[in-house]
């Protein structure tokens, strides 16, 4: 009988090194963003009950920043597995791009300048996380490409409206339509005609070995193309090399900000969540705007406050818990009421339970998130 032979050694090979890193990731990502979820609305309570120039006010903002950069280092180790759930929120592009320059100038070394736009452009629909990563790995690339002589990256945005011709470059792929358009551009040495085709494949790379994986690219076309948008190369500029993202234009307006209900009629919730300082803090932030909150530990609690809770309006559920899991509450609790909005939250989830969220037609919250996140995800359904 022949021998089997011996599995591939993950430390010995950059591409599988880094599946290994991505399918960690995906182990690993449902607990440590439910904690991370649970220290994010501790320091939002904490930093609500003191004084707004109380100097803890600093400390509980480092705090916050440093656990939303972990929940970010998560999402790009799986976006490399290609495991994450996305979650669209109306963005003005010009006001987002404001916001994360900051972060963007400290990936850039002081031989290189970075110009933003400065006026407005156009609304998506789109992942804020997801863009900001796409936007990073497009901008370490063409840092990467000017190298150590002074360069120059121009990020700019704008908007096509349906009627007018597309650029050459995009005709028969890019669909007609409304779009908003964001590039980066540099005047580093360009990409040679003969590696334009290969440039989105995963773990293509020119950089000598150890500098790069050619993850960064693929990654940006992946979660270009899961927000409904194409990333092309400008393949006519004159020099240098231009990145152009094709996102669909925001249809409608951003959502208002959620108002508290009258305590008269407070809609009654029902919060399934395992995590307990994570229960406790989205119970006292739900509570805090004006909602009555049932918190159980799990599923089959949960089943039997709503049974005995008929003035019930709202599930909040967590996808992962012991015994009943989230999408089973949610199918149970469906039967005794079709009508019931539900909210899942989840961490990681995996493509069975992706299937399961779309066939049951629920929200989706993934973890952690902020409060008001929360807040305004539960006003939408109510």
């Known amino acids: 009988m022949a021998e089997a032979s011996a599995p591939p050694d993950a430390t010995s090979d950059p591409p599988l090194r880094m599946q290994a890193v991505g399918l960690l990731a995906a182990g690993l990502a449902h607990d440590l963003n439910t904690m991370l979820g649970g220290i994010l609305a501790t320091a939002e309570l904490m930093a609500a009950r003191l004084p707004s120039d109380s100097p803890l006010q600093d400390d509980l903002s480092l705090i916050v920043g440093q656990a939303e950069r972990m929940g970010a280092l998560i999402r790009q180790l799986l976006a490399f597995s290609r495991q994450e759930v996305l979650k669209p929120v109306h963005l003005d592009l010009a006001a987002f791009l404001a916001r994360i320059a900051p972060h963007l100038r400290t990936m850039l070394g002081s031989h290189v300048t970075l110009t933003l736009p400065t006026s407005a452009c156009a609304a998506v629909t789109v992942d804020p996380g997801a863009l900001e990563r796409v936007l990073v790995n497009l901008i370490a690339n063409a840092r990467d490409a000017i190298g150590t002589r002074p360069g120059r990256i121009v990020v700019g945005c704008g908007r096509l409206a349906r009627g007018h011709d597309l650029p050459a470059y995009a005709a028969g792929i890019v669909p007609p339509g409304d779009w908003a358009i964001l590039w980066v551009a540099d005047d580093g040495p360009g990409v040679p005609p003969e590696l334009r085709a290969r440039i989105f494949e995963p773990y293509f790379t020119t950089k000598p070995e150890g500098q790069g994986y050619g993850l960064g690219l693929a990654v940006a076309y992946g979660l270009v193309k899961q927000s409904g948008g194409f990333l092309l190369l400008d393949p006519d500029v004159s020099a240098g090399a231009r990145f152009v993202i094709f996102l669909p234009l925001a249809t409608t ?84 009421r079709p009508d019931l909005p539900v909210l899942l939250m989840s961490g990681y989830a995996d493509a069975a339970e992706r299937a399961s969220l779309a066939d049951l037609d629920v929200a989706f919250l993934p973890k952690p998130f902020r409060l008001a996140d929360l807040r305004s995800s539960v006003a939408n359904l109510l």
């Open 253 to 336: 307006g951003p959502e208002d900000r959620p108002r508290p209900p009258a305590d008269a009629d407070a809609p009654v919730i029902l919060l399934a969540e395992d995590e307990e300082t994570l229960r406790n803090c989205a119970r006292r932030g739900l509570e805090s705007a004006g909602y009555r909150v049932i918190a159980v530990p799990d599923g089959a609690k949960a089943e039997e406050a709503f049974v005995n809770h008929p003035e019930v309006r709202l599930l909040v559920s967590d996808v992962r818990m012991p015994g009943t899991d989230g999408v089973t509450l949610a199918r149970r609790l469906r039967r005794r």
